[in-house]
C-alpha cells in the first residue's frame, strides 16, 4: 500500500470504513461461534479463532493495496467473534469454585492489555516516515493470538463441556487434577463432579432444541435475555462512546494537537483503564452488583462534561477536561468492564450460554475487536454529526440516560454473589426451584471455606439432600 493509500485508507472518512469492516467480519461470526464452541469444545474454537487473527494480521501488515487492507481487517474481525466468544466460556467453566467470580470478571479487562499494546505501539511508530509506521501495529494485532496459539496445549477443556459430550472420564480426571491435586476421594471434586452431571443430565432432557430461538423460549429465558440486552447496550450509551472514538477529536478541541502528545495521552489513559479494572475484578465477590453498578453508574451522571467544553489554548480548562475524562473511565471501568462478560455467562443455563453470550456480543462491542452491535454504526455515522451540532449540549442527552440506566440495574438486575455457577443459572426462574438449587450450593459453598471455619461438609449430606428432576427440569 503506497503512502498516499495509506493517507486516504487510514485517516479522514474513509477510516470508518476500515473500522466498520472489522465489525462486519465480527457480525458475520456471531451466528457459527456458539455452534462451533458447544459441538467442538471452547479450546477449538478458540484455537480456529487465534488462527485467523495470525492470518489477517499478517495478511494486514503485508497488504500492497486498500482491497488486502481491508479483507484483512475483515478476517480480524471474524476471528476475533470466536476467540472472544469461547475464552469466557473456558475460563468460567474450568475455574476452581472459589476462584471463578475474579477470574471470570478479568476477561474483559484483559482488553485493555492489547489496547495498551496499541497505543504504545502507535506512539512508537507514528514517528516512521515509512510505510511501517501502520506496518508494525497491523503486525502488533497477531501477539495475544500467536500466545494463545502456544498456551492452549497446556490448559484442560471445560469439564461441563467434557460432560456434556459423555466425556465424563476426561471431566472428572481434570476436577482431580486441578481441584484436588490427584485426590480422587476429595469431596470438592465429587460433589462439584456429581453437581455439574446431573444439571447436565437434566438439561439434555429438557432441551427443546439448540437453536438461538432457545433463548427466548420460556419465562425464565426471556428475562435473562432482557437483562443481558439491556446491560450490553448500556455499556456502550453511557457516554463513554464520545471518549473511545473521539478521544482525539476533543483533545483537538482543547488544544492538544501534537501527534506526539495525543498518543501519549491516549497511552496514559488505557493504562490507567487496565489498572482499574484489575481492581475492580477482583473486589467483585466484596461488593453486590445491584449496589456497585448504580453507584458506578451514578458516578458518570455526576462527572458527564455537560457543563461546557474549554476553550483551545485554556490550559486550566483543558486540563480540568483531561480530569474529568479520567473520572469518568474511572466509574465506567468498575462498573461495566469487568461484570458485563462475567455476569452474562453466570445467569444463563449450560445449554444456551454460548448462544446467549453470542447476543451479548451482537448488542455489546465489548470485548471484540472494535465493536460488533448497531451501536457501533451509531457511533461511527451519527455522533459526530450530533456531536458538531450540538457541541458540548450532546453530553446531556448521556448525563439523563446515565439516571435511567441506574434505575434499570437497580430493579431489575438480579445479585450472583456467593453463588455456584449452577445455582446462578437458576436465579431467573421460578422461586421455589432457586430456594431448592441454592440450599445444595449453599452447602458446597460452606464446605469450601475449610473445615478451620467449622465442620466442613460431609457427602453423606449431599445423598440425603435430594432434588428432583423435575424440580430441577424446570429451572433448565
Not at 74 to 96: N, R
Not at 330 to 345: G, M, N, R
Request: glycine share 8%.
Amino acid at each position: 500500500m503506497s503512502t498516499g493509500l495509506t493517507e486516504v485508507w487510514l485517516c479522514g472518512k474513509n477510516f470508518s470504513i476500515t473500522l466498520t469492516v472489522a465489525l462486519i467480519g465480527s457480525i458475520c461470526g456471531i451466528p457459527f461461534a456458539p455452534y462451533v464452541a458447544d459441538t467442538f469444545g471452547r479450546k477449538t474454537a478458540m484455537l480456529f479463532g487465534a488462527l485467523i487473527v495470525v492470518g489477517g494480521a499478517g495478511l494486514q501488515t503485508a497488504s500492497q493495496n486498500a482491497g488486502m487492507f481491508i479483507g484483512a481487517r475483515a478476517m480480524i474481525g471474524f476471528g476475533t467473534c470466536f476467540v472472544q466468544l469461547a475464552a469466557p466460556l473456558l475460563i468460567t467453566e474450568l475455574a476452581y469454585p472459589s476462584h471463578r467470580p475474579a477470574l471470570s470478571a478479568l476477561f474483559n479487562p484483559m482488553w485493555f492489555s492489547g489496547s495498551i499494546v496499541a497505543a504504545w505501539g502507535t506512539f512508537g511508530s507514528f514517528r516512521i516516515g515509512s510505510n511501517w509506521s501502520w506496518r508494525i501495529p497491523s503486525a502488533l494485532q497477531a501477539v495475544s493470538s500467536v500466545i494463545q496459539l502456544f498456551l492452549l496445549w497446556f490448559i484442560p477443556e471445560s469439564p461441563r463441556y467434557l460432560i456434556c459430550q459423555g466425556q465424563d472420564e476426561k471431566a472428572l480426571y481434570t476436577h482431580i487434577k486441578y481441584y484436588a491435586n490427584g485426590n480422587r476421594h476429595d469431596p470438592l471434586v465429587e460433589y462439584e463432579y456429581n453437581e455439574i452431571k446431573k444439571a447436565i443430565a437434566i438439561d439434555k432432557a429438557n432441551a427443546k432444541g439448540t437453536s438461538f430461538s432457545d433463548l427466548f423460549s420460556s419465562a425464565g429465558n426471556l428475562r435473562r435475555m432482557g437483562i443481558i440486552i439491556a446491560i450490553a447496550f448500556f455499556s456502550q450509551w453511557s457516554g463513554n462512546g464520545l471518549i473511545s472514538y473521539y478521544f482525539n477529536l476533543i483533545l483537538n478541541d482543547i488544544g492538544i494537537i501534537t501527534p506526539f502528545d495525543q498518543t501519549l495521552m491516549s497511552g496514559i489513559l488505557q493504562i490507567f483503564n487496565f489498572v482499574t479494572a484489575i481492581i475492580a475484578s477482583f473486589l467483585t465477590e466484596c461488593c453486590y452488583l445491584r449496589n456497585s453498578v448504580p453507584f458506578n453508574l451514578d458516578g458518570t451522571i455526576d462527572i458527564d462534561p455537560a457543563t461546557g467544553k474549554p476553550v483551545k489554548g485554556d490550559e486550566k480548562a483543558a486540563f480540568m477536561y483531561i480530569t474529568v475524562v479520567f473520572l469518568f473511565n474511572f466509574f465506567y471501568t468498575i462498573a461495566f468492564t469487568p461484570l458485563l462478560v462475567s455476569y452474562t455467562i453466570e445467569i444463563l443455563p449450560y445449554k444456551i450460554r454460548a448462544k446467549g453470550l453470542a447476543v451479548m456480543r451482537l448488542v455489546s462491542p465489548a470485548g471484540l475487536y472494535w465493536g460488533t452491535t448497531y451501536a457501533d454504526f451509531i457511533f461511527i455515522y451519527v455522533n459526530p454529526i450530533a456531536f458538531n451540532a450540538l457541541n458540548w449540549k450532546y453530553y446531556i442527552i448521556y448525563t439523563i440516560w446515565d439516571a435511567v440506566e441506574t434505575v434499570f440495574v437497580w430493579l431489575y438486575a438480579v445479585e450472583t454473589k456467593g453463588r455456584s455457577l449452577e445455582e446462578t443459572a437458576v436465579l431467573l426462574e421460578d422461586l421455589s426451584v432457586t430456594d431448592i438449587v441454592a440450599q445444595c450450593a449453599h452447602k458446597h459453598v460452606h464446605f469450601s471455606r475449610g473445615k478451620d471455619e467449622g465442620g466442613g461438609f460431609d457427602l453423606r449430606d449431599a445423598d440425603e439432600f435430594s432434588i428432583s428432576d423435575e424440580s430441577i427440569g424446570r429451572a433448565f
